[in-house]
C-alpha cells in the first residue's frame, strides 16, 4: 500500500495551530490587540498518511462542526479510514466506517448510469423527449430530452427550492410526479437546451421515467440496473419510515443548539437524492463503474464528458490539482456529502457527514492535497448576498458576544475590542479564521441564520443570534465588570 506522511508531522502542525489560535481568538474575545504571526510551512511528509489524514480532520471533529465518516483509497488500497462524532446523539451511539449516511445528490451519479443502462438495453436513446416516456407533461416541456435533464440544460426550475418544498412537498409527497406537477404551471427558466442551471427536478423526473419503462419502483430498478451488477449490498432507498441497519440519524442547528433535522420523504427526493449508503460501497462504486462494469466505454465515456458548463451526466467534471476530477457533493436536511473520484490515478476521496455544518468540499480537497503532495486548494466562493445574512451579533457566553460584519467579498468577526479577524469560507455556513480557529453558523432553510458555533481552544462555544438592544446590554455589563469594584 502507498502511503503519503510522516508520524508526528501532522500533530506537531496541529499543536503550533493551536497555540496561535489561543492567542488571537483570545484577543478577540477579550478586546487585546491582534497581532498576526507568520507561521512556517511544513514540509510534506513522505509516510504514515491515516495519521497526518486525521491529524487534518480531527479539529472539524472536536470543534463539532464535522460528524460522520471519511475514507481515502489509491488502486483499491485504503490509504485512511475513519468516523468521528455521533450516529446518534440521544444514546450517544458513535458512527463508524460502516454507518450508513444519506448521501444526497450523490445519488444522481446512480440514476444517470441506470439510465444509460437503459439506453445499451435499447429501452431508451438519450436524445428522446422526456414526454416520449412521460406522457402528460406540459406542452412547453416538449423540447426537453433525456440529454437534457441529465445535464441541468432543460430548463427546468428546481422543485427543492419552492417556498413550501421544506415543509409541504418534503413531508408529503407521495410519487416523484406529484412532485414535478408541481412546476406544471411554472415557465421554464430558459428555452431547453440554451442554458444550464442546476435541478433537482429533471432527476427526479428521470427516477419516474425509470419506474415507467421498467414497470418497477425506482428502488427496485435501480437496484436491478446498477446497484447489484457494482455489488452494493448497502446501498439503497433512504426511505425515512423503514428500519435501516446502522443508518446515521441528520441533525442541524437553530439558534445554538443542535436539533434533529426535519425527515425528507422518499418521494420528494427520488432519483435525486434519495439514497443511503457506507464509504465502502462508494469507494466499490468508483472501482465498477470506472472499470466497464457497468457500463460500457462509449456509455462511460458520455457520462464523464463535459457537456460545456463542467458537468456530464451526474457529475462534474473538473481538474483539481493537475490531476482530471470527477465529483459530486450533496446536502439534504441533516446531511452533508461528497465523492472525489481521480480516474487516472485510482483516487477516490470520500467524505459523509451526518451535520449540515460539515464542510465537506474542503475536508475532500484537503485529503486529496495530501494524498497528492501538493499544496492545497479550496476555492469556495459565497455569494455576497449569502454573506449578507448572515450579519450580525451572536452570543457565545453570558457575558461574551462575537459580530459578524462583511467587508466587501468576505465576512470579518470581532469581538468585545478592536481585534478583528478575516474568515475565509470552507462551506456555504463554515469559515476558517486568519488564526485557523473556525466558525459555523445555524442556518433555517429560507437561508436565515440563527445561532453560532465556535472553536475554541478550551472548546467550543454556542449560542443565538441576538438584536441589537440585547447586544448593548450585554457590552455594557461586561463594561461594568472590568470597572472599579
Known amino acids: 500500500m502507498r502511503r503519503v506522511g510522516e508520524r508526528n508531522s501532522g500533530s506537531m502542525q496541529e499543536t503550533r495551530r493551536r497555540i496561535v489560535q489561543f ?34 480532520v480531527r479539529p472539524y471533529a472536536r470543534a463539532g462542526i464535522f460528524s460522520g465518516a471519511v475514507i481515502v483509497a489509491r488502486d483499491g488500497a485504503v490509504l485512511f479510514r475513519q468516523a468521528y462524532g455521533a450516529a446518534q446523539r440521544e444514546w450517544s451511539v458513535p458512527n463508524t466506517p460502516e454507518t450508513r449516511f444519506r448521501i444526497a445528490s450523490l445519488t444522481k451519479q446512480f440514476t444517470a448510469a441506470a439510465i444509460l443502462t437503459l439506453q445499451e438495453a435499447g429501452q431508451l436513446r438519450l436524445d428522446d423527449p422526456a414526454a416520449q416516456h412521460m406522457p402528460g407533461l406540459p406542452a412547453t416541456w416538449a423540447p426537453i430530452t433525456l440529454r437534457m435533464l441529465l445535464d441541468h440544460t432543460a430548463g427546468l426550475p428546481n422543485v427543492t427550492a419552492l417556498p413550501d418544498y421544506p415543509t409541504l412537498l418534503a413531508r408529503t409527497a407521495r410519487t416523484p410526479m406529484a412532485v414535478v406537477g408541481r412546476l406544471f404551471r411554472e415557465a421554464l427558466l430558459f428555452p431547453a437546451g440554451s442554458a444550464q442551471e442546476y435541478s433537482n427536478t429533471g432527476y427526479i423526473l428521470l427516477a419516474a421515467i425509470v419506474e415507467g419503462i421498467t414497470g ?33 440519524a441528520g441533525y442541524h442547528r437553530v439558534a445554538g443548539q443542535w436539533r434533529n433535522a426535519p425527515p425528507v420523504v422518499s418521494a420528494a427526493v427520488l432519483g435525486a437524492g434519495g439514497l443511503v449508503s457506507t464509504l465502502d460501497d462508494l469507494v466499490a462504486w468508483d472501482a465498477a463503474l470506472f472499470s466497464g462494469r457497468i457500463l460500457r466505454p462509449a456509455a462511460l465515456a458520455e457520462m464523464v464528458r463535459d457537456s460545456g458548463h463542467g458537468y456530464g ?129 445555524d442556518i433555517e432553510p429560507d437561508g436565515r441564520a440563527t445561532g453560532l458555533l465556535l472553536d475554541l481552544p478550551g472548546g ?13 446590554r450585554i457590552g455594557n455589563r461586561r463594561l461594568a465588570r472590568l470597572g472599579p469594584r
Open 23 to 56: 492567542g488571537l481568538l483570545g484577543a478577540l474575545l477579550s478586546g487585546r490587540p491582534v497581532r498576526a504571526e507568520a507561521v512556517a510551512p511544513v514540509a510534506a511528509p513522505q509516510s504514515d498518511f491515516a495519521a497526518r489524514a486525521d491529524a487534518l
Open 313 to 441: 451526466l451526474g457529475l462534474y467534471v473538473g481538474r483539481a490539482y493537475g490531476q482530471r476530477l470527477l465529483s459530486h457533493g450533496g446536502f439534504l436536511d441533516g446531511f452533508s456529502a461528497i465523492k472525489d473520484s481521480y480516474p487516472d490515478l485510482g483516487l477516490t476521496v470520500v467524505v459523509l457527514g451526518n451535520t449540515e455544518t460539515t464542510p465537506a468540499q474542503t475536508l475532500s480537497r484537503r485529503l486529496g492535497a495530501l494524498a497528492l503532495g501538493q499544496p492545497e486548494v479550496t476555492e469556495i466562493a459565497v455569494p455576497a448576498a449569502v454573506l449578507d445574512r448572515y450579519v450580525g451579533v451572536y452570543r457565545t457566553g453570558p457575558r461574551a458576544v462575537v459580530s459578524l460584519a462583511r467587508e466587501g467579498d468576505r465576512l470579518v468577526a470581532r469581538g468585545a475590542g478592536p481585534a478583528r479577524l478575516g474568515l475565509t469560507p470552507e462551506s456555504d455556513r463554515v469559515f476558517v479564521a486568519e488564526d485557523g480557529s473556525r466558525l459555523a453558523l
Open 460 to 472: 467550543a462555544r454556542a449560542g443565538p443570534r441576538i438584536d441589537a438592544q440585547t447586544a448593548r
Open 216 to 248: 418497477a419502483p425506482f428502488a427496485t430498478a435501480l437496484n436491478r440496473l446498477v446497484l447489484a451488477p457494482a455489488g452494493l449490498a448497502e446501498t439503497g432507498d433512504a426511505d425515512p419510515e423503514a428500519v435501516i441497519p446502522q443508518r446515521a
